[in-house]
């Protein structure tokens, strides 16, 4: 089956530090999310991309954070200046047709810690 | 009242049993609904996709009941191997590329030997 690919699998960085969370979505898809989990707490919808602008975005995804698909193959989560609550698991998915009931495939993830 | 809302658990069952787990969501307006499962410290992966009518998967039933808001899953003969945790999803599928999911905090199952 195919994959989306994240990178780092684990990232620690120091409070107001910028980072940047790699995804390689599945090659023929054109819909791209990012979602995050805190340890103990449900999976949180971040922002939806398409057509190289976001679709959408949810009240966590404030100005402290932007995504990018800089070339063809990779989709970028930023946060310019980690706070200590930004500690979670980041998860990357995408879609193909980003309608109904169509499978979305998630990566494994990227799991953050602030210091 | 949350968006979606499940019994945390944790259910810890025998190898062979049947176990059942509810879920209820807020927004009338959702127009698809899933059960995806989590290990630990893993990522989502979709279990089923519910429908209105109800599907079944092997030893996994799905129910759907628009007019109460309310999702099932019920995991006949448990397996070891079905040890995780259980989410309910809801997509409120406001239009294209707007494939914003909403997840239960889960319900754990533990199956035991």
């Known amino acids: 089956e195919p994959e989306v690919t994240q990178t780092p699998s684990h990232q620690v960085t120091q409070m107001g530090q910028e980072v940047i969370l790699r995804c390689v979505p599945i090659s023929n898809h054109l819909y791209f999310y990012w979602y995050r989990q805190i340890l103990g707490q449900k999976v949180e919808f971040l922002v939806s991309?398409?057509?190289?602008?976001?679709?959408?975005k949810s009240e966590i995804f404030d100005d402290q954070f932007s995504v990018e698909r800089p070339d063809g193959s990779n989709f970028t989560l930023k946060i310019r200046s980690t706070k200590l609550e930004d500690s979670a698991m980041y998860f990357c998915?995408?879609?193909?047709?980003?309608?109904?009931?169509?499978?979305?495939?998630f990566g494994s993830g990227t799991q953050l810690s602030v210091l | 009242r949350k968006e979606v809302e499940q019994d945390p658990g944790p259910f810890n069952v025998p190898e062979g049993a049947t176990v059942a787990f509810n879920c209820t969501y807020s927004n009338s307006a959702s127009q698809s609904f899933f059960w995806y499962r989590q290990d630990c410290r893993k990522e989502p992966k979709l279990l089923m996709s519910?429908?209105?009518s109800g599907n079944e998967d092997g030893r996994f039933t799905a129910q759907l009941n628009r007019a109460s808001q309310y999702i099932s899953l019920l995991i006949r003969d448990s397996k070891l191997s079905d040890s995780a945790t259980y989410l309910c999803?809801?997509?409120?599928?406001?239009?294209?590329?707007?494939?914003?999911?909403?997840f239960g905090k889960g319900t754990k199952l533990s199956v035991i030997p």
């Open positions: 998915a995408s879609s193909d047709t980003g309608v109904g009931n169509e499978k979305l495939f």
């Open positions: 519910v429908y209105s």
């Open positions: 999803v809801v997509n409120r599928n406001s239009g294209a590329g707007s494939y914003q999911l909403t």
């Open positions: 991309f398409y057509n190289n602008e976001i679709s959408e």
